[in-house]
């Protein structure tokens, strides 16, 4: 296999699981100003959408690291190997 090729997919893996953080961590955001809202009597809490959202964003981010992870092992392998 082509390192170069292989080298782009793992930095498409480390740049999707980024975007995958960044996204669970602004849903965390709103959950948490949601129930601050709601304690202070300004507004309802989070819906169950939101929370249901949050917890599919969780673990599209573990599994995207997960994948980065065994690719990041692949690509020093295959240099290796090279």
Do not use: C
Not at 15 to 37: D, K
Not at 54 to 60: D, E, I, N
Not at 69 to 78: I, K, N
């Amino acid at each position: 296999m082509d390192v170069a090729a292989f080298d782009a997919e793992v930095n498409a893996l480390e740049s999707a699981a980024a975007t995958a953080s960044r996204a669970r961590e602004m849903a965390h955001e709103r959950i948490v100003l949601a129930f601050r809202n709601q304690l202070q009597r300004q507004g309802p809490g989070p819906s169950d959408a939101d929370l249901q959202s949050f917890a599919r964003l969780a673990l599209v981010e573990r599994a995207l690291h997960k994948e980065f992870g065994h690719a990041t092992a692949l690509a020093e392998e295959l240099r290796a190997i090279q």
